[in-house]
Nanobody, 116 residues
Framework: QVQLVESGGGVVQPGGSLRLSCVAS????????MSWYRQAPGKERELVAD????????NYADSVKGRFTISRDNAKNTVYLQMNSLKPEDTAVYYC?????????WGQGTQVTVSS
């Protein structure tokens, strides 16, 4: 069955870094665009970054441009989110998403907390 398993979340001080990973199984990973979303308490889920299946084209939310980098390794069925210069407002549950032709899959989420 389809699985997206996120890891790498945790507690970090402001200015610190984390790298999230999402390992996919049960579908042809290289065919799917992959995204990271996040949801903070009391807020709607928002798109953080995505990367297309072809050409490695990326897109970022304005709030994370220049600080976060999304990448993918199709040989490992894995998408990454490198997060640098973290701020308290980056605190949220981060979700991995796969989409293609109207079909979408979600991971269970990983908590990121930025606090001193």
């Amino acid at each position: 069955q389809v699985q997206l398993v996120e890891s790498g979340g945790g507690v970090v001080q402001p200015g610190g870094s984390l790298r999230l990973s999402c390992v996919a199984s049960g579908f042809t990973f290289s065919y799917y665009a992959m995204s990271w979303y996040r949801q903070a308490p009391g807020k709607e889920r928002e798109l953080v970054a995505d990367i297309l299946s072809v050409g490695g084209i990326t897109n970022y939310a304005d709030s994370v441009k220049g600080r976060f980098t999304i990448s993918r390794d199709n040989a490992k069925n894995t998408v990454y989110l490198q997060m640098n210069s973290l701020k308290p407002e980056d605190t949220a549950v981060y979700y991995c998403n796969a989409r293609r032709m109207g079909r979408a899959y979600w991971g269970q989420g990983t908590q990121v907390t930025v606090s001193s």
